[in-house]
C-alpha cells in the first residue's frame, strides 16, 4: 500500500513532467489541498481555467466543474479523476426539459447556475455561480428571467431583485436539509458565533444568516470579520478548508457530507495523471454555445 507522502511525491513529480495543473474545489478531501496549485469557488476555478498557460488541467471537483474547464480551454487536455463525482442537483436540469420551458416563456432570459451540464449552459444565456448570481440576474436586460436549476439560489436571488424569476424544481441535497433547528442548535452552544449561510440552503436558514456566502465569500467573511467563532452552514469540508485558512479561529459546521465531491482521493489523482485519465470530451456545438454564457459571465464578474 503506498503511503499518502509517497502519493504526494509521485503527483507532484508527474504534474512537473506533464506542465499539469490540480485545480481543487474546498469541499475536496483535505489531503488534496497539499498537491493543489489552486483551491477555490466555483468562479475561482472558472478562473482559473480560463487563464492557465499549463498543457493538462486535472480537475478535482464534481462533473459540472470539469466540464467547465473543458469549455473554457478547449485545446487543453482536461482530466476529471473519477467518473462517479458528479452532482446530483446538476442532473436535475436536462437540455429537452428547459427547451420545453423556454417555449413557455419566450420572453424571459435563461440564467443557468454553474451546477449545470455543458448542454444545459448551452441552452442559457448567461451562467451565474452562488458568488455572483444576484449581479448576473440584474444584469440581464429582460424583466423575466428563468433560473435552472437550483430553488434556494433562485429564492435568494429573487429576494434581492426586481425582476420576475422564474424557479426550477432542482435543490442540492447537502444544503436543502440543513434546518433553523439546526441552526438554533449551534448557536445555542455557540452565541458568539456569526452565521455564514450558503445561498444553496433553504429560504428559512438563509433569514438566519449575518452573512450569505459562496465557499469563496465565506474564506473573506472570515478574514475580514472581528468575529473569532463561525457556525458554518455548507459542506461540512468547508470547515477544514476555513481551519487551514485561519488556524487562530474556530468553525462549527452545520450540514453533511456531499459524498460525489469525496469521491476523489489522491489515488485517483495519480492514476489521472500516470494514465491521462479520465478526459473530458464535449460535443463542439454544445462546448462553443455552452462558452458564450460562461463568457458574458466572466465579463462581467
Ligand atoms: P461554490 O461556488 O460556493 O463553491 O459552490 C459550489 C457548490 O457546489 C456548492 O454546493
Ligand atoms: Fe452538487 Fe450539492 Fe455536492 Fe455542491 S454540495 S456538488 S451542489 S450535490
Not at 224 to 232: G, N
Not at 265 to 293: G, S, W
Request: charged fraction near 30%; aromatic fraction near 6%.
Amino acid at each position: 500500500m503506498t503511503s499518502n507522502k509517497d502519493l504526494i511525491e509521485k503527483i507532484m513529480q508527474l504534474k512537473k513532467e506533464k506542465k499539469a495543473v490540480i485545480l481543487v474545489h474546498n469541499y475536496i478531501t483535505s489531503d488534496i489541498y497539499d498537491i493543489a496549485d489552486y483551491i477555490g469557488d466555483s468562479l475561482d476555478l472558472s478562473r482559473k481555467s480560463a487563464n492557465t498557460d499549463a498543457d493538462i488541467i486535472v480537475f478535482c471537483g464534481v462533473d459540472f466543474m470539469a466540464e467547465c474547464a473543458k469549455i473554457l480551454s478547449p485545446g487543453k487536455t482536461v482530466l476529471h479523476p473519477k467518473r462517479e463525482s458528479t452532482c446530483p442537483m446538476a442532473a436535475m436540469a436536462e437540455a429537452d426539459d428547459l427547451r420545453k420551458k423556454k417555449s413557455e416563456h419566450p420572453n424571459a432570459s435563461v440564467v443557468c447556475y454553474v451546477n449545470t451540464s455543458a448542454s444545459v449552459k448551452a441552452e442559457s444565456d448567461i451562467c451565474c455561480t452562488s458568488a455572483n448570481a444576484i449581479e448576473i440576474v440584474n444584469s440581464v436586460k429582460e424583466k423575466e428571467v428563468l433560473f435552472v436549476p437550483d430553488r434556494n439560489l433562485c429564492a435568494y436571488a429573487q429576494s434581492k431583485t426586481d425582476k420576475k424569476l422564474i424557479p426550477w424544481d432542482g435543490y442540492c441535497y447537502v444544503h436543502d436539509v440543513i434546518s433553523i433547528e439546526d441552526i438554533k442548535k449551534a448557536k445555542e452552544s455557540h452565541p458568539d458565533a456569526h452565521v455564514m449561510v450558503h445561498p444553496e440552503c433553504s429560504p428559512d436558514v438563509i433569514s438566519m444568516a449575518d452573512a450569505v456566502c459562496s465557499t469563496g465569500q465565506m474564506l473573506d467573511y472570515a478574514k475580514k470579520s472581528s468575529a473569532t467563532e463561525f457556525i458554518v452552514a455548507t459542506e461540512e469540508g468547508m470547515c477544514a478548508r476555513l481551519k487551514r485558512e485561519f488556524p487562530g479561529k474556530k468553525f462549527y459546521p452545520v450540514g453533511g457530507i456531499c459524498t460525489q465531491m469525496k469521491e476523489i482521493r489522491l489515488y485517483d489523482v495519480y492514476m489521472a495523471l500516470k494514465m491521462n485519465q479520465f478526459e473530458i470530451t464535449l460535443d463542439e456545438p454544445v462546448r462553443k454555445r455552452a462558452k458564450k454564457a460562461l463568457d458574458r459571465m466572466l465579463e462581467l464578474r
